[in-house]
């Protein structure tokens, strides 16, 4: 069936570092595919998505490329900080077609100044 | 200019008693669903509404009632709560007309059973 699998957390990054989160997914078909970030305390916010093959999603100086080659889809950032520490949760819609989100187990990230 | 909301946003109870989350979305959006995030944050899909039509029923103890009055509102009620369902019950709503289309989710509801 359908999966999302990220990276394990947590991660620990020092402020101006470079982030790379890993997702890869096993779906049949063209999935469109997220990145939701939850704050502490919060819900969950898009953080960006791409829907097709090499498009590119990007959106508060985070990218991710929708590689169908490698279905793949991580989750960089040039330079975070300590203001971007939460839980990143990659996502895509299963081939049901009905419309289910289903995510990835979720990777912490601690920015620390 | 809340886009989902929900209410309440903790709730702490006992074990077998009967509680309810109740969620509105202005967006206009014709689906609605509810997620579980368990202690681990993994999230899971429970219930998901199209227009007051329930179109995905996941693996749900039948305690777990969702109940749909409109298609702004999805609410879901719980009976004989379990030491088990404490979580963080998030809704969520998308527009109808694609099912790829981006969930945008309310704040969450922080159960506690007791």
């Known amino acids: 069936g359908d999966s999302v699998t990220q990276m394990e957390g947590p991660v620990t990054l020092s402020e101006e570092a470079f982030l790379t989160i890993n997702c890869t997914y096993t779906a049949t078909g063209y999935p469109s595919l997220f990145w939701y970030v939850q704050y502490p305390g919060e819900g969950l916010q898009l953080l960006l998505k791409?829907?097709?093959?090499?498009d590119k999603g990007s959106n508060k100086g985070f990218e991710a490329t929708y590689r169908k080659e490698t279905t793949s889809f991580h989750l960089e950032k040039g330079s975070v900080q300590v203001s971007d520490s939460a839980v990143y949760f990659c996502?895509?819609?299963?081939?049901?077609?009905?419309?289910?989100?289903?995510f990835g187990q979720g990777t912490t990230l601690q920015v620390k100044p | 200019d809340t886009a989902v909301s929900q209410t309440p946003k903790y709730l702490v109870t006992q074990m077998g008693n009967d509680k309810s989350i109740k969620c509105e979305q202005n967006?206009?959006?014709?689906?609605m669903y509810w997620y579980k995030q368990d202690s681990k944050k993994f999230l899971k899909i429970m219930f998901s509404?199209?227009?007051?039509?329930?179109?995905i029923n996941e693996t749900v103890p039948n305690r777990f009632s969702p109940k749909s009055p409109d298609k702004a509102h999805l609410n879901l009620h719980i009976n004989s709560l379990e030491l088990g369902d404490s979580a963080v019950y998030f809704c969520?709503?998308?527009?109808?007309?694609?099912?790829?289309?981006?969930?945008?989710f309310g704040p969450g509801t922080r159960l506690l059973v007791l």
């Open positions: 996502a895509l819609y299963g081939s049901s077609n009905t419309g289910k989100l289903i």
């Open positions: 967006l206009g959006h014709d689906t």
């Open positions: 509404y199209n227009n007051k039509e329930l179109i």
């Open positions: 969520a709503s998308r527009a109808g007309d694609n099912v790829q289309e981006t969930q945008y």
């Open positions: 791409a829907t097709k093959a090499d």
